[in-house]
C-alpha cells in the first residue's frame, strides 16, 4: 500500500530519546531526512514549551510543536496555551494535603497543566482527585494533571490544519498512555516496541526495534 | 605530548550545532563516546538555564552548565543566579528609546542578562550605552548585554571546581567572541574553523573542520 503521508507527529521522551531520555543518533538521521524530504516533523510532548522549542531548534524540525499535553501549542511560529490550569492546582493543593507529593523540575514553567514526581502511583493520584474534573496520565517520566477539554490530539489537529493537511494524512509515532488521543487522529498510528500496552492495543504498527531504532523503522517504512 | 584531561567545556550555538542551530549527527556521537568514556562535558553557552537544561538531557551530559553568558550556573544539580540583570535592563531601555531594537523568544526567562536580536549592529550598541556598567558580546545568534562580573569563564570555573577539577584540566571548544574567556582559563583551547578571528587569535589548535566536526576532530585528537 502507497502512502501519502505529508506529516510525522513524533512524541519526544521514550520515543525518540532513551530511556534516560536521550536522543539517539538514529532519530537525529531520520528526523533530518524527512524534513529535507519536505515532510515535516510536528513534536507533541509532555513538556513545557521553552523545552519543545529548544528540542525543535536543535533538531531542525518544521511542523510546530504540542507541549504540555496538549496544552500548549506553537504553530506557524505563534505561542497559544489552550489548557487552563486553575483546576489542576486545586486537584494538587489537594493531593498534596493527603500525601508526599513534589512537581517537577521546572513546573514554574507550566502554564497549563501540574506535573509530579512519580513517587506515587497514577491508580492512588486517579482515586484521591476524583471529584476534581482533571484527566491524569502517567508517562513514565511524570503524573500529569490536565486540563480534559484539551489533549495531544485536539492540539495536534490544530497544527495540522494550520499547516494545510488532514491529520488523516500524517504518521503518528509514540510510546505512552497519553499518545492514544494524537495517534487515533492520526492515518498512520505507530507505537515503538518499548510502548505501553495500552498504546500498542490501539496502533495500525508496533515496531520491532524500541525507541530511536523504533522510530526509524517507521519512519523508513512508511515515508522515506 | 599526553593530555590528562579531565573534562570538556562546550560551546553550543554554531559549535555542536550549524548556523541554524541544529545539532549534527557528529556531535552527539562523539559526545555520547566521551561520557561513556568518564569524561563529563560542560555545556557553556548564552541560551537560558531551560535550554541548557534541555540541551544536556538530550545529549545525556553530566558535567553541569554554564547558561546566559555566565550569569546562571547549574553545578552539582543545583541552579545558581550570578549576573545581577538590573544595569542591563536600564541600558537596554536607553537603546530601545534611540533605536528599534527588540528582544530575542524567550527573554522573559532571561534572569541575568539581556539579548537583542541583531537588527542593530554591535558597535552601534557599545557606542550608545557605553556610559553603563555593561558587556556587550555579538555571539551571532543574538547580541547580549551582561553583568561585568561574570563571564562564561569564571562561571566554568565554579563549576570545575564542583566537580573536583581545575579548569586547566580542561578542554574547550567554542565559536564566538564571548568563548574567549572560557578557552583563557582552560588548558587545551580549541576554535572551530568557523570560529570568530577574535577566538582564533587566542586559541591553541583551530580545526580544519566546521562546526560538529570541528568538535568531533578536537575531541577524537585530544581526549578519545
Known amino acids: 500500500m502507497e502512502y501519502k503521508l ?5 512524541d519526544v521522551d521514550g520515543t525518540i530519546t532513551d530511556e534516560t531520555r536521550r536522543v539517539c543518533v538514529n532519530a537525529v538521521n531520520v528526523i533530518h531526512r524527512a524534513e529535507n524530504e519536505g515532510v515535516p516533523i510536528i513534536f507533541v510532548t509532555g513538556n513545557v514549551i521553552c523545552a519543545a522549542k529548544i528540542i525543535a531548534i536543535l533538531l531542525g524540525t518544521t511542523g ?23 483546576e489542576c492546582q486545586k486537584a494538587y493543593e489537594f493531593l498534596k494535603s493527603k500525601f508526599e507529593v513534589t512537581n517537577v523540575e521546572l513546573s514554574d514553567q507550566r502554564v497549563s497543566e501540574v506535573a509530579i514526581e512519580r513517587t506515587i502511583t497514577e491508580e492512588l493520584v486517579k482515586e484521591t482527585i476524583n471529584d476534581f474534573n482533571v484527566v491524569v496520565y502517567d508517562t513514565k517520566f511524570a503524573i500529569q ?12 489537529k490544530m497544527i ?3 499547516l494545510g493537511i488532514k491529520t488523516d494524512e500524517n504518521l503518528a509515532i509514540g510510546d505512552s498512555e497519553n499518545d492514544i488521543e494524537f495517534l487515533r487522529v492520526s492515518d498512520v498510528k505507530v507505537a515503538v516496541n518499548n510502548a505501553a500496552d495500552e498504546l500498542k492495543d490501539i496502533a495500525d504498527y508496533i ?4 525507541y530511536d531504532d523504533g522510530v526509524a523503522e517507521a519512519i523508513e517504512r512508511f515515508i522515506l
Do not use: C, R
Not at 6 to 10: C, M, R, S, T
Not at 67 to 77: C, K, L, R, T, W
Open 6 to 10: 505529508k506529516a510525522i507527529a513524533l
Open 64 to 86: 510546530g510543536l504540542v507541549a504540555e499535553n496538549g496544552g500548549v501549542i506553537e504553530s506557524q511560529g505563534k505561542i497559544k496555551i489552550l489548557g487552563n490550569i486553575t
Open 145 to 156: 494533571l490536565t486540563d480534559p477539554s484539551v489533549n495531544k490530539g485536539s492540539s495536534l
Open 160 to 162: 495540522t490544519t494550520d
Open 207 to 210: 515496531t520491532e526495534k524500541s
